[in-house]
């Protein structure tokens, strides 16, 4: 079976610049996350999807940054415009989505994208 | 926000020896888990405890959970030098949504 796939694997750009990271879930999955990992600490979830609306957002910058999941699938994640303090590893997780409050579903991460931004 | 906070930060022992480490958390959770992550790689689901079992083992693996303290323990029996790796922490406090906790980096070396 195949993982979470998401690229680019990294990506530098300049403060201010738009850069987008794509995550392709586990086939069949309906959740899909979006977590920001800075070095040294542990993920932090910006963005919950169930199929394709939204769960959980309340930790994603809305200045600065916007996801999508197309037809409940593919996700992307945006940042616009980037400062200095969004470097960090960027990954995406999906998992079955049985049901909300049932709190039993695994989440398979993938590789992450590291984004510098200078 | 950082919900849990996994002790020691940093720990480094010989192959074959056993690695304890500990988390502790702030608020009422349904299961709470384990993840592995390796340098350069995402992360991987080790185990989950639900929060009404105390004890969960699998593998080398076994975890505590003392949900009257707020804390849990991981311990790796037997350690290898792949087991290498940073150990984190997640608590689900409802709608699978996860709450990861700073990490604890192991370090076996051979």
């Known amino acids: 079976e195949a993982g979470v796939a998401q690229s680019p694997r990294y990506k530098i750009i300049e403060k201010r610049q738009s850069v987008a990271f794509w995550c392709n879930p586990i086939s069949g999955h309906a959740t899909l996350y979006w977590y920001q990992q800075i070095l040294g600490q542990g993920p932090k979830l910006l963005i919950q999807f169930q199929n394709n609306g939204v769960v959980d957002d309340s930790q994603l910058p809305k200045d600065r940054f916007s996801a999508e999941r197309l037809k409940g699938v593919d996700s992307t994640l945006k940042i616009q415009p980037a400062k200095l303090e969004d470097s960090a590893v960027y990954l995406c997780?999906?998992?079955?989505?049985?049901?909300?409050?049932?709190?039993?579903?695994?989440?398979?991460f993938g590789p992450g994208t590291r984004l510098t931004v200078l | 926000s950082q919900q849990g906070e996994e002790d020691p930060q940093a720990l480094s022992i010989q192959e074959g020896e056993n690695a304890t480490m500990n988390c502790s958390y702030k608020t009422s959770i349904n299961n709470l888990q384990w993840y592995r992550q390796n340098s350069g790689r995402g992360l991987v689901h080790l185990i989950l405890?639900?929060?009404?079992?105390r004890e969960k083992h699998s593998g080398r693996l076994r975890v505590t959970l003392d949900t009257s303290k707020k804390s849990s323990s991981l311990l790796i029996t037997a350690s290898r030098a792949a087991d290498t790796a940073s150990y984190f922490c997640?608590?689900?406090?409802?709608?699978?949504?996860?709450?990861f906790g700073t990490g604890t980096r192991l370090l076996v070396s051979p």
């Open positions: 997780a999906s998992s079955l989505g049985r049901g909300r409050g049932v709190g039993t579903d695994t989440q398979y």
């Open positions: 997640a608590t689900d406090t409802g709608f699978q949504k996860l709450v």
């Open positions: 405890i639900r929060s009404n079992e």
